[in-house]
């Protein structure tokens, strides 16, 4: 089944500055990519999403981008805020949804 | 993701005790869905339902059962044979099943479910 890896696990920047969360998947049959960002307690809600046949996507200060020829997909935040300190997930899809591991960002002020 | 609904939010279960969380939609989504998230983990797939009266295991569905009797409903049993249920359980559906399109999962509120 498809194999997602999320890097790095823990992240700290300084309020400002940008943050990248990569992760990588097996399947080269999956053709979704969505982020979520999951606070303290809270429902996973999705922030950014990506599909196959796109190689970057941006909402604000939020990006994605994809290279279907290596597997692997980013997050990339700039301008980061203390509120966007969160634990991220990525996720992909072939048959079903298979979520990384998860990245807790921590945005010093 | 106010379309989903989950109770109760917390849950209490004794040794040796059956307990089922409810899951109800109201977004006509097809596909339903069932995670459990450990502290400080990512989310692991319990069980899935694509269509009414039908449903698959997902990685960890021992000590877990299912039903899907109505679309907009499905509840997670979380039975004796399951030894360590203490976790946050988290329902979601989607439009489509996934792997067809490639369809945005949303989730509920969670359940909080721990062992006494």
């Known amino acids: 089944g498809e194999n997602v890896e999320q890097h790095p696990s823990t992240l700290s920047v300084q309020e400002g500055d940008s943050a990248v969360i990569k992760c990588t998947y097996s399947?080269?049959?999956?053709?979704?990519f969505p982020w979520y960002k999951q606070e303290l307690g809270k429902r996973p809600q999705l922030i950014i999403d990506?599909?196959?046949?796109?190689g970057e996507k941006k909402d604000q200060r939020i990006a994605v981008t994809l290279n279907k020829t290596a597997k692997h997909f980013s997050l990339h935040i700039t301008e980061t805020q203390p509120e966007d300190s969160a634990v991220y997930f990525c996720a992909a899809i072939a048959r079903q949804l298979t979520f990384g591991s998860g990245t807790q960002l921590t945005v010093l002020p | 993701d106010g379309g989903i609904t989950q109770s109760p939010k917390y849950l209490f279960r004794k040794e040796g005790q059956n307990v089922t969380l409810s899951c109800e939609q109201n977004l006509n989504h097809d596909a339903m869905y069932w995670y459990r998230q450990d502290p400080g983990q990512g989310l692991r797939l319990i069980y899935y339902?694509?269509?009414?009266?039908?449903?698959q295991k997902g990685d960890i569905a021992e000590g877990y059962s299912v039903s899907r009797e109505k679309k907009e409903s499905f509840p997670l049993t979380v039975t004796s044979a399951q030894k360590n249920p203490t976790a946050f359980y988290l329902c979601a559906s989607s439009i489509l099943r996934q792997g067809r399109s490639g369809n945005t999962i949303y989730f509920g509120e969670g359940s909080w479910l721990t062992v006494v």
């Open positions: 990506i599909r196959s046949n796109v």
């Open positions: 339902s694509q269509i009414v009266n039908d449903f």
């Open positions: 399947d080269s049959a999956s053709n979704y």
